[in-house]
């Protein structure tokens, strides 16, 4: 099974060539496809620069998300994001009525295609930039139904994925479930979010170094436990133990925060196990992170 939802608009580099040659003409060059992602499709452009086209419907406010709040946010990150340089309009006249992006090309590789011992050295970089992060965020920022708000939530969703078959361990992973619903809500003030931390969206250098952290499209405010998930979703036991201290270390998190991040991982590794299978490099992340979720 294919690693990402079917696509809704069709793009390829013919079509990326032709929109920036038709609306930034200064930037056109030569452009090579990187990666189909889930939600969108990003073509490298010359040397240092990258090309961001929403693949899905969904995604088209996601990408405006990233376009409206990351030039605020990236000056008080400790590690490179992708901030759009230009803004793409919508080019009906080619076909594509869709906002899209024109951002640097951030350095390093998919932590997707690196085992998890390599991942893990990038624990505290990646707890540094989530506490950078976790600030209370401003009344207009981006509402996201499906991150940040309470577990309550997404309760519905869940024992549906239970009860749907296609989660093999369904009946260990309940349970689990059942205690992150029981964690208390999150009290403070809503926080900025990520909301999307697995290692898909992680870049890293040869060594396991953090270099970038990409794909800012579910980018809200609320629970940060929706973040601190990726101590399930990017690391093994180890770099989870160091993510963990580190992060205490700069944000008070309760016992209930991390229960409920317990949650988040598990609401976000089986979703992508029911749209893709285990079969894709996303796929088996999500697989060996429920697999984590129950040794834990």
């Keep these: 099974m294919m690693d990402a939802p079917p696509p809704d608009f069709h793009v390829d580099a013919e079509l990326a060539a032709r929109l920036v040659s038709a609306q930034h003409p200064e930037l056109a060059g030569p452009l090579t496809l990187v990666a189909n992602g889930w939600d969108n499709a990003i073509f490298r452009l010359g040397d240092g620069l990258a090309v961001r086209l929403p693949r899905r419907e969904l995604a088209v406010r996601l990408i405006e998300h990233e ?13 490179a994001v992708p901030t759009p340089v230009r803004i793409g309009r919508p080019a009906p006249e080619l ?30 970089a990646l707890a540094g930039f989530v506490a950078a992060l976790a600030r209370p965020a401003p009344p207009d920022a981006p509402h996201n139904a499906y991150r940040g708000v309470p577990l309550a939530h997404r309760d519905d969703t869940m024992r549906a994925r239970f009860a749907g078959g296609r989660l093999t361990d369904a009946s260990r992973l309940a349970p689990l479930w059942e205690r992150a619903l029981a964690a208390p809500e999150w009290p403070g003030p809503k926080l900025w979010v990520h909301g999307d931390l697995h290692p898909a969206n992680l870049l890293l250098g040869t060594s396991g170094r953090l270099s970038a952290v990409i794909d800012f499209g579910d980018l809200t405010a609320g629970d940060p436990a929706t973040d601190l998930a990726t101590a399930w979703l990017t690391f093994g036991p180890e770099g ?21 991040a317990r949650g988040w991982a598990l609401v976000i590794a089986s979703a992508v196990v029911e749209a893709t299978g285990t079969t894709g490099p996303l796929g088996q992340v999500a697989a060996y992170v429920l697999d984590q979720l129950v040794a834990d």
Excluded: H, N
């Design 240 to 260: 989870r133990r160091v993510f963990r201290a580190e992060v205490e270390a700069r944000m008070d998190v309760d016992d209930a925060t991390w229960e409920r």
């Design 67 to 79: 376009q409206r709040w990351l030039p605020e946010l990236a000056g008080r990150l400790p590690i």
């Design 95 to 124: 076909g594509y009525d869709v906002p899209w992006s024109i951002v640097p090309w951030l350095t390093g590789r998919s932590a997707t295609g690196f085992a998890v011992d390599k991942r893990d050295v990038a624990a505290s």
